[in-house]
């Protein structure tokens, strides 16, 4: 027969914790309607051999708040790797994803390099 003990069995101070249970998100999952802006603006890719990266971020958006910064390597969207993808494929992933994981890096470098060779 299970026998429960009673607080004043316990030689420890003992705290019940309630059933785990998942906790919430630490940053709500944020959905984005399909075209809406996304408040960056990407350049580079396949053709460049130096990546994608941020070349511009919209003061106050949703991307300026996440910490996004021109110079910002774009390494993967969704799992996708954006390290060797042609830019107009890059462009198509950002724009129709209704929810975007980024990996990015900070690597002022090679976005400097790249704005060097962009023809205006």
Request: charged share 25%.
């Amino acid at each position: 027969m299970d026998q429960k003990l009673s607080y004043d069995d316990y030689q420890l101070p003992v705290v019940f914790l309630p059933a785990y249970e998942n906790p919430p998100a630490w940053i709500p999952p944020h959905e984005k309607p399909p075209g809406a802006q996304l408040g960056f603006n990407i350049r580079g890719g396949k053709a460049s051999q130096l990546g994608i990266f941020i070349s511009k971020v919209v003061p106050d958006s949703d991307a300026h708040r996440a910490g996004l910064q021109e110079g910002d390597q774009v390494l993967s969207v969704n799992d996708v790797d954006f390290q060797d993808i042609e830019h107009s494929k890059a462009v198509e992933i950002l724009k129709t994803a209704r929810e975007i994981l980024m990996r990015v890096r900070f690597f002022p470098y090679n976005y400097q390099r790249q704005k060097e060779r962009t023809v205006h």
